[in-house]
Nanobody, 126 residues
Framework: EVRLVESGGGLVQVGGSLRLSCAVS????????ISWFRQAPGKEREGVSC????????YYADSVKGRFTISSDNAKKTVYLQMNSLIPDDTAVYYC???????????????????WGQGTQVTVSS
């Protein structure tokens, strides 16, 4: 059974930082892509960042470019989202999702991801 477990969310002030973790287990292959999505109340789900763990190819939404960094510890099968310079618009539930390797680039659309975590709340106070 594939499981994704997010952690690291919380309450932070504007300008602060958080690091989210997504621990993956149960994949039959070691090659899979991970994406972070977020959804704020009353808003559509938004793709934030994704990574192909085999070649390191990454993508960032314009709204987080330069502030967020995605990385992977392949040995631990854990993907991180380092979030710096947080703003109130970053407030949302953050989900990680997994898909089998789709090199050369990780897919951006939510429909491409078969497995999802339960989400972790990030709240940025002003």
């Amino acid at each position: 059974e594939v499981r994704l477990v997010e952690s690291g969310g919380g309450l932070v002030q504007v300008g602060g930082s958080l690091r989210l973790s997504c621990a993956v287990s149960g994949f039959t292959s070691d090659h899979f892509d991970i994406s972070w999505f977020r959804q704020a109340p009353g808003k559509e789900r938004e793709g934030v960042s994704c990574i192909n763990r085999s070649n390191g190819s990454t993508y960032y939404a314009d709204s987080v470019k330069g502030r967020f960094t995605i990385s992977s510890d392949n040995a631990k099968k854990t993907v991180y989202l380092q979030m710096n310079s947080l703003i109130p618009d970053d407030t949302a539930v953050y989900y990680c999702a997994a898909a089998y390797d789709q090199r050369p680039h990780p897919p951006r659309g939510a429909n491409a991801y078969e497995y999802w975590g339960q989400g972790t709340q990030v709240t940025v106070s002003s």
